[in-house]
């Protein structure tokens, strides 16, 4: 169970496909209804977080282009 992401380095974008989501603005971790194991994918928003890119896509919604790598170390820290 889980999420497949595809990091391309010399593009620099990654498609975390439903490892992330992002909504109205707003990054978020997956829904816990189809996440068995939440440590995990935390883990796994933890490994993207550390990535260099500049563009991040998602199995669902636009893609996050603006300061997407940032955004996305920013909000795994809070986690």
């Not at 440590?39 to 996050?64: D, N, Y």
């Amino acid at each position: 169970a889980g999420s497949a992401s595809f990091y391309h380095q010399g593009r620099k974008i990654i498609i975390v496909g439903d490892a992330l989501n992002y909504r109205r603005g707003r990054l978020g971790a997956p829904p816990r209804v189809f996440t068995p194991d939440m440590a995990q994918a935390h883990a796994s928003i933890q490994k993207i977080a550390a990535l260099e890119f500049e563009v991040c896509c998602f199995g669902h919604g636009p893609p996050l282009m603006a300061n997407a790598a940032q955004r996305v170390r920013a909000f795994a820290e809070s986690l």
